[in-house]
RNA sequence: AGGCACGUAUGUCAAUGGUAGACGGCCACCCUUACAAGGUGGAGGUUGGGGGUUCGAAUCCCUCCGUGCCUACCA
């Protein structure tokens, strides 16, 4: 058989996808077995303006494998695919398009506008989409969905109309965050805080009193054109400075406005001149504190940032930042600006177009929380769901969030998005329902205009894991595969979605959306920045694959896990070396194929080498932990055990104690045997491996002699034969066996024992060596005499000798082994004694500093006292193993004066 | 400002309170026909500093230094 030397990871990436695609592998229905356990995840929908970045390609590789490996236990299962309509992104793609053509949307109108979205989507959206065909994810394409989908909208509007009715939601006038560039209300989570180096102003108003006389309060502020809205000053009840002054009149500079001096406990006495400026129309807390105090709110600052009438003639139609230059020197002319220091503030900006925010009163739509919110905690509280993976710090985190929750802005000022299911009559009164039919027989009317606005973007994703599954209805997607097993999500999304999808799941279907979520880590770039597109230091997961190959790529995700972790092609490397191992491993295995096959019954004669009973006890030690480590989520962990199993188990001692066997000139039914046992613990390698790297084990997989349909699960006979539907192997505990594990490391010891004299001695590769090994008491005789060959084989010997006492020439090279025996090498003519006194002498050096410790922590009497009887016994059989060794060396260097 | 993490080999990361490891890199020797994307052997650490708890600390506690993240209504 013909097979390259190199592993090509690009052939086997184009070939299997689309196979398994159209076998139907990925969907739930492929498993016959009606009492299948069921395992379902939806993925966290990307935004359909998105490309694939490394946090997907991190969150796709952990659902694929969990994915993978569970469909391989022979579990019902789905993991469903979509994408999110993303409001805000979308519409401003959109918009840019438009530009190019000169137009706006305002040009085209809603409708065309909706239309147009709906043409680039199909055109142009979803790219990511294909990517993850790249990447290998076993989403079930027949279940995709959209956000927008007439399905999803459906519930989007049977939620608020539900909400509605419970006064859940309402509709009123509150401080929002306005972005004077999208035109739209953003909620708090869409805001983003950002450090800015400003000044702060100290400005002085004057006191209206009684006689007259001259008194003024001084107020700090960061944004001096928002006292032109200004309608108190206050300070704090406690503070003795003003307590005489609460009550007073101040005449606002710049207006013709009197406003009161009043008192209130938000105010910090300790910060700035401890009298603040109110400004109850442009600012949150000011907000607050007028609707205590009852001040009017004047609006001298639109939605466009420029200053309204009210804010006097001077002002009017200004941008708010020239309005501030402007005011700043109007106070100094009237000898009101006390003075102006440096002063590092942040600042809110949009999330998306950087835009400052503008705090503003609007008239939107607002969803409570309280009850939603008790929801969500109480499931915390009496069932621990949903379990956060790592739990520290995610479950403290997402609870404490919870707790502090305040009521959610739902509605946007945008186009595209579920449109408000609210219709308004002429004379203002207002009808929620599912459709416009259902709000004309409820009004009474024909004559109803709805709402312009659309719901926040999250809004529908907030329904995800239930719209998905074909809710409101109860169709049996929905009781198959609700609730989803678990969740896969980056941790800016906690608050802005996972619990608002716990929220609304125990609301609607009345159980947690999901019994799991796992958090993942942060791919940072090499000097621990995050990568993002305005730095331009991202890395384009495709580029990699390009590079090293999808497998590759994958594993070094995997052991990524929930860590952050700095990128570092480094390690894609070495994992693509691993996939070129895999590669040869299965190539060697080939080459000698002839006359063999995939068969676990070659395991079944009796007696088996001890180099077989170990790869079974190695092989299923390896099953047991995977599965141990899958099931707590520690990808990293399967990835290290998986790899070292191969490479080492497998690769540096299987295949080469099985190489004489396997590669033996003549035919043979002992050949045959060795050769069928060499594929079959290949085959399961591979079953193991599968999750992690889909491609190239299935590449292997297909050209393995003996491979068909009878290997796949029970749950999926019939199909046509591929690994992933293959049974992932099962630990067998009886395999797992002390004894063939501890027999084969004194072999490799012994083996690297030699291997180490002939290389600190220059023994050249090609030169032939005598062994000599002195079993000593211990029963270890039987397994050097069984393993001659190998010994011989592996250490380049032409001769071994075996007894119980090591009868070597003087001119040798020594060595003891763990557990006492000794080896030797003579190499008459290559050994300088002293040089050689002096390497067992250092040999022993590192048994003595080793011994060292050991005896002070036996000499502590309250070591023995305190520790468990068990460490103290495992510490003295150490110590006594390394004193035996120490004497065995002391010996052999005295042989040599 | 508060809260939460993190700091381990030159790099990226592991290690239920019990012998500090892996991979990459580095050094030496090998193209020994599955694999030079390989093999064999080797060097490299007072686990950020200091204190404490413990028979025993990378691990638990305190503190300092450094880094990162999240939340927040100091104008």
């Not at 579920?418 to 002429?426: E, L, N």
Request: overall charge negative; charged content about 30%; glycine content about 6%.
């Amino acid at each position: 058989m013909e097979i390259p030397k190199t592993y090509d990871p690009r052939q086997a990436e184009q070939q299997h996808y689309a196979r398994w695609e159209e076998q139907g592998c990925f969907a739930p229905e492929i498993n016959r077995d009606p009492k299948a356990p069921v395992y379902s995840i939806v993925i966290p929908p990307p935004n359909v303006t998105g490309s694939l970045h490394m946090g997907h390609a991190l969150q796709h590789t952990l659902m694929d494998v969990l994915s993978r490996h569970k469909r391989m236990c022979g579990y019902r299962t789905l993991w469903l695919p979509g994408m999110d309509h993303a409001g805000i992104s979308t519409q401003l793609v959109v918009n840019r398009e438009l530009k190019k053509e000169g137009l706006s949307r305002h040009d085209l109108g809603r409708e065309k506008f909706v239309e147009r979205v709906w043409k680039w989507k199909h055109e142009s959206g979803g790219q990511i989409l294909n990517q993850m065909r790249r990447e290998g994810a076993s989403v079930d394409w027949s279940r995709e969905r959209f956000t927008m989908d007439e399905g999803l909208s459906r519930a989007v509007r049977e939620v608020f109309v539900r909400l509605y009715d419970e006064g859940l939601i309402y509709r009123g006038d509150r401080i929002v965050n306005w972005c004077p560039n999208d035109q739209t209300v953003l909620s708090d989570l869409e805001v983003e805080k950002t450090p800015q180096a400003g000044k702060l102003y100290y400005l002085q108003y004057p006191i209206k009193t009684p006689n007259g006389e001259e008194r003024r309060v001084t107020v700090a502020t960061t944004r001096p054109e928002t006292m032109l809205g200004d309608t108190a000053v206050a300070v704090n009840p406690e503070d003795s400075r003003y307590s005489d002054l609460v009550g007073a009149t101040i005449r606002l500079p710049l207006t013709d406005r009197e406003i009161p001096l009043i008192a209130d406990e938000y105010v910090d006495a300790e910060f700035g001149t401890g009298a603040v400026k109110v400004t109850p129309a442009h600012d949150p807390n000011d907000y607050e504190m007028g609707v205590r105090h009852n001040l009017p709110q004047v609006v001298v600052i639109d939605q466009h940032a420029r200053m309204t009438e009210d804010a006097g003639a001077a002002f009017s139609g200004l941008d708010r930042y020239k309005a501030r230059d402007l005011v700043v020197q109007r106070f100094e002319e009237l000898g009101l600006l006390e003075k102006v220091i440096d002063y590092e503030f942040s600042i809110s900006r949009c999330e998306r177009c950087k835009t400052v925010i503008e705090p503003l009163i609007s008239t939107q739509w607002f969803c409570r929380m309280a009850e939603l919110r008790d929801l969500a905690l109480g499931l915390m509280r009496e069932e621990n769901k949903p379990v956060f993976t790592p739990e520290v710090p995610y479950r403290k985190v997402y609870t404490d969030w919870l707790e502090n929750l305040r009521d959610w802005t739902i509605s946007r000022q945008l186009w595209w998005g579920h449109q408000i299911p609210a219709w308004y009559t002429k004379d203002g009164r207002v009808f929620v329902a599912r459709s416009e039919e259902e709000a004309r027989a409820a009004a009474g009317t024909d004559d109803l205009a709805q709402d312009q606005d659309v719901l926040d973007t999250w809004f529908s994703s907030a329904l995800w894991p239930f719209s998905t599954l074909g809710w409101p209805d109860e169709t049996e997607d929905l009781k198959t595969y609700y609730p989803t097993s678990v969740l896969i999500t980056a941790r800016d999304i906690i608050f802005l979605w996972v619990s608002r999808m716990v929220m609304m799941g125990m609301k609607f279907v009345g159980r947690t959306p999901f019994h799991d979520v796992f958090v993942t880590g942060t791919v940072l770039d090499k000097h621990g920045q995050r990568m993002s597109k305005t730095k331009m230091n991202g890395i384009d997961p495709l580029d990699v694959f390009d590079k090293y190959g999808v497998d590759a790529t994958r594993l070094v995700l995997a052991s990524i896990g929930s860590t952050d972790t700095r990128w570092n092609d480094n390690q894609v490397e070495s994992y693509r070396n691993f996939a070129n191992k895999i590669w040869n491993a299965a190539r060697f295995c080939l080459m000698n194929s002839d006359g063999a096959s995939v068969r676990p019954e070659a395991f079944e004669s009796e007696p088996l080498p001890l180099h077989d009973r170990w790869i079974l006890s190695r092989l299923n030690r390896t099953a047991l932990e995977v599965d141990r480590a899958l099931a707590g989520y520690q990808f990293h962990e399967a990835v290290q055990t998986l790899y070292h199993f191969f490479w080492d188990d497998f690769c540096d001692w299987y295949i080469e104690l099985t190489k004489a066997d396997v590669a033996a000139e003549a035919a043979s039914l002992e050949r045959d045997a060795a050769r069928s046992r060499l594929l079959t613990v290949l085959e399961q390698a591979l079953r193991l491996l599968h999750p992690f790297m889909p491609y190239i084990t299935e590449e292997l997989w297909l050209r393995l002699p003996g491979v068909d349909e009878k290997l796949l699960h029970s749950a999926y006979s019939g199909a046509e034969p591929t690994i992933m539907l293959t049974s992932y192997p099962q630990p067998d505990e009886s395999l797992i066996d002390e004894r063939p594990e501890s027999e084969m490391s004194v072999v490799i010891d012994l083996i690297s024992r030699v291997r180490n004299i002939r290389s600190e001695l220059n023994v050249k590769p090609g030169m032939r060596v005598r062994v000599v090994v002195g079993t000593g008491e211990g029963n270890l005789r039987e397994v050097f005499e069984a393993n001659r060959e190998q010994i011989a084989r592996l250490t380049r010997a032409n001769a071994i000798s075996i007894g119980e006492r090591l009868d070597a020439p003087r001119a040798s090279a020594r060595a003891v082994l763990a557990g006492g025996a000794e080896v030797a090498v003579p190499l008459e003519g290559l050994i300088d004694f002293a040089q050689e006194r002096e390497r067992l002498g250092r040999e022993r050096e590192k048994l003595q500093k080793e011994a060292a410790k050991l005896e002070a922590q036996l000499a502590n009497p309250q070591f023995a006292e305190r520790a468990p009887a068990e460490k103290v016994n495992e510490v003295k059989q150490r110590l006594a193993d390394i004193s035996q060794r120490t004497i065995a060396l002391q010996q052999m260097a005295e042989a040599l004066l």
